[in-house]
């Protein structure tokens, strides 16, 4: 159980355009999914919070406008890059924690590879 | 604030002997710990996790690892690994039932 999927594992994008990126918890209910940032040989970076039908906490740093979050549902939380750069190429990562299991573990999606050309 | 520090960037070590990665971190309040395994362009995989009790935790894949509160450590320990170890592991605390917060990892290679 605890399932997290990611789409698209890797896009490729023109500088300039938009993309979306979901995170899906399989086979829970989560109030509470989080996105990473990783850059390569780094750590991973949160950069927002997003809970359930209300708006996502951006950390620090972090261009809300730029990296839109929507969590629509228990289940679907989406991360949409908005005129992406070469500098937004990175692994994205997103948690999503299982409501009913309680608050204290995350369970990680397996990443989305972006590459902005 | 919290912080995590992984002592160790890198370790090298040969097949079938043993490993200890290294965390420390600091929090001015109660924390959960986390000890996470990632391969190579895959997410992260639970190796375990401490939140009360014994401070000795098992984990998967053979792995434990000891919560010293008077140190502040949760060092990350294997008696005899394999080389099918061989990736980063992180080192995560979690102060609040929130937000988690990662070290900075250390690549482990097993060498045959």
């Known amino acids: 159980g605890a399932v997290v999927s990611q789409h698209p594992s890797w896009v490729i994008c023109k500088s300039g355009t938009s993309v979306k990126i979901e995170c899906r918890s399989l086979?829970?209910?989560?109030?509470?999914m989080f996105w990473y940032r990783q850059f390569p040989k780094q750590s991973l970076m949160l950069m927002a919070t997003s809970n359930e039908g209300s708006k996502a906490t951006y950390e620090q740093g972090v261009e809300k406008d730029k990296f839109l979050i929507n969590h629509a549902s228990l289940t679907l939380s989406t991360l949409t890059v908005t005129s992406a750069h070469p500098e937004d190429s990175s692994f994205y990562i997103c948690?999503?924690?299982?409501?009913?299991?309680?608050?204290?573990?995350?369970?990680f999606g397996p990443g989305t590879r972006l590459t902005v050309t | 604030a919290q912080s995590v520090t992984q002592l160790d960037s890198q370790v090298p070590v040969f097949e079938e002997a043993p490993v200890e990665l290294r965390c420390n971190y600091s929090?001015?309040?109660?924390?959960?710990l986390f000890w996470y395994v990632q391969y190579p362009n895959q997410g992260l995989q639970l190796l375990l996790k401490y939140l009360s009790g014994s401070t000795l935790v098992k984990g998967i894949n053979g792995f434990e690892a000891e919560f010293n509160k008077s140190q502040t450590s949760f060092h990350l320990r294997k008696p005899s690994v394999h080389i099918s170890d061989t990736a980063e592991y992180f080192c995560a605390v979690s102060p609040n039932n929130n937000d988690m917060r990662f070290g900075a990892g250390t690549r482990l290679t097993v060498k045959p």
């Open positions: 086979d829970f209910q989560a109030t509470t």
């Open positions: 929090s001015s309040v109660s924390v959960y």
């Open positions: 948690s999503a924690r299982d409501f009913l299991a309680g608050a204290y573990e995350q369970y």
